[in-house]
């Protein structure tokens, strides 16, 4: 029976969870709404909105009242019947996020019935004696119990770590309160006279009063009892009384429940409340058989009584949030930390090691010199592009046709129209005699690079170096070094790159003088993995200019 009873709160359970997941929150209070603030705690509040309290002051929070309805059964000497019904109210107030306080009242009502019969016990029972001088008697008895207790309330699992709000609230409680009792026996018939327990006794003689046949036993019973339960238990003259003789005793109450939110006033709660009573006379009876030698004592094992129940609460008050044990008190922490509204945030300082204005993630020139100016990239302003950064260069605006430049950023400018005639007639021999010297570097032999490298190889390396000898036995040669790659901004500065190369090479590892290079990129009508270098004597060209897009560089 009282299988059935938990089968059926437990298919409830199942609907109030699956009501209840709908209801999960994700928000909580604004911290700044000063209306939420009771006076008392006004001047933390104002601290904590001026940044100077760490702490907000905690807010007026709301009142729970509540009615509930569930079954109520008591374990003591004579078994239950079946579970019968009570009620109870109670009202509850939050004193922290996890701590409140509880008023409950209940009224329940519980009945016992024995399926084996008692005789020596009977004996001993200043009631029943009266009724009963001999014979079997099948205990039972009806109660009617009254409870107002306080209760500490603590709840389990408001405080989460990976969700706002929940809406379930697992709770346990405990607490002090005091209980009366009243309760009768059903000992005689409707003619007022003692049921003949006897014959049920020689019904069952045969098979024995046991487990297996207790449904039988009991049914027989009550189809004898007419459920009048007219005669007044036995009670403890010595226990204290109140309301006209009634026992009245302090009980410790322990439990543990459950609530579904409905909504932020509406939850359901289900809820399992112990009862310990120091009285053994709840069920009316103190007395029991030792055994077989007709032997009756008197029993110290106190009766309990449980209620299992149903409830409705509604959460009262205005100006105020939900009770705090719907909270979770780290709802402001992580919602500052995700979106600030309140935080004061430090305003942010970004690395800038050469101080040129542009931080160091978006800086293509990490080593400015100090008073350079830069673009956008943080690399330092070259007006004429002749390779010196304008804060250096002592010409700014060199034309093209006069570099390259020296270290200064002064360029030396070719001579007059009138004078190349003559230059080119001394250069051949037809004035002056022998000329000033020919050049007879002859074919020059092509570099080429793998895929989009800008390294040269072993193979690059040795050409080079008789391109290097060639050179330094035909002093008056000057060399072109035409890359191709003109399709593209990324074709471009790859063709750049590898000019680059090829010249840094013949300048740092072969010793050639800069100034006898041509710096030709980004050419058409040729290979793009391949540099030619070919005689540029005579002609006139820049021997470095700058990277045409030095974001897209390769290092």
């Known amino acids: 029976m009282i299988g059935k009873k938990y089968t059926l ?15 999960d929150s994700n928000s909580s209070y604004d911290l700044r709404d000063s209306s939420l603030i009771p006076a008392k705690r006004i001047p933390q509040h104002n601290e904590f909105l001026n940044n100077a309290y760490p702490f907000p002051a905690k807010p007026r929070n709301e009142l729970e009242i509540g009615i509930k309805g569930g079954l109520s059964t008591v374990s003591g000497d004579v078994r239950s019947w079946l579970p019968t019904f009570g009620v109870g109210a109670h009202v509850r107030k939050a004193l922290g996020y996890v701590f409140s306080v509880r008023m409950e009242y209940d009224y329940l009502t519980a009945k016992g019935l024995n399926w084996s019969p008692s005789t020596s016990g009977v004996q001993a029972n200043p009631v029943l004696k009266q009724i009963y001088p001999s014979g079997p008697v099948f205990y039972n008895y009806k109660t009617t119990i009254q409870e107002l207790s306080i209760q500490g309330v603590v709840t389990l699992n408001n405080i989460r770590f990976h969700k706002a709000k929940t809406g379930v609230a697992v709770y346990g ?14 000992a005689l018939d409707a003619n007022g006279n003692p049921y003949n327990y006897q014959n049920i006794v020689n019904q069952f003689s045969g098979s024995g009063f046991t487990y297996g046949n207790r449904k039988e036993i009991k049914k027989a019973i009550k189809d004898m009892l007419d459920g009048s339960f007219e005669t007044m238990a ?6 204290p009384t109140i309301f006209g003789g009634t026992p009245f005793r302090f009980v410790l109450v322990l439990g543990a429940g459950i609530e579904f939110k409905l909504n932020n006033k509406f939850n359901i709660a289900l809820e399992d409340k112990v009862t310990i009573t120091k009285t053994d006379l709840i069920d009316g009876q103190q007395w029991q058989e030792t055994g077989n030698n007709g032997v009756h004592v008197q029993t110290r094992d106190y009766d309990a009584y449980n209620f299992l129940s149903v409830g409705l609460n509604y959460n009262l008050g205005k100006k105020a949030v939900e009770p705090l ?3 979770n008190p780290l709802d402001y922490a992580y919602g500052e930390i995700n979106a600030p509204r309140h935080m004061k945030l430090p305003k942010p300082v970004l690395d800038d090691a050469d101080g040129d204005g542009v931080t160091d993630q978006f800086d293509h020139e990490p080593n400015t010199p100090a008073g350079c100016p830069v673009d956008t990239h943080g690399v330092s302003r070259d007006t004429d592009g002749d390779g010196v950064p304008d804060c250096k260069d002592k010409e700014l605006i060199t034309p093209t046709q006069c570099q390259p430049v020296d270290a200064d950023g002064v360029g030396k400018c070719p001579d007059p129209a009138c004078c190349k005639d003559i230059n080119a007639r001394l250069d051949s021999g037809l004035v002056g005699g022998g000329g000033r010297g020919r050049c007879s570097i002859g074919d020059l032999p092509s570099i080429t690079f793998k895929g989009r490298s800008v390294t040269l190889n072993k193979d690059g390396q040795a050409l080079l ?21 003109e399709s593209s901004k990324s074709a471009q500065q790859l063709s750049w790159d590898r000019v680059n190369e090829v010249i840094r090479y013949l300048v740092e590892k072969e010793g050639i003088s800069s100034d006898r290079f041509i710096f030709r990129y980004g050419q058409s009508g040729g290979d793009e993995n391949t540099i030619d ?21 390769r290092r």
């Open 234 to 239: 036995e009670r403890d003259k010595s226990q």
């Open 9 to 23: 709160l437990s298919a409830l359970l199942l609907i109030f969870v699956s009501c209840s997941l709908a209801q």
């Open 325 to 327: 044990w719907w909270i």
């Open 533 to 553: 270098l070919k005689d540029a004597t005579g002609e006139e060209g820049p021997n470095t200019v700058p990277a045409p897009h030095p974001n897209l560089r």
């Open 173 to 186: 409680f405990g607490g002090l309160g005091g209980s009366t009792y009243s309760t009768f026996y059903n």
């Open 465 to 485: 170096a008789t391109v290097a000898e060639k050179m330094r036995n035909n002093p008056n040669c000057k060399v072109a070094v035409i890359g191709y790659g």
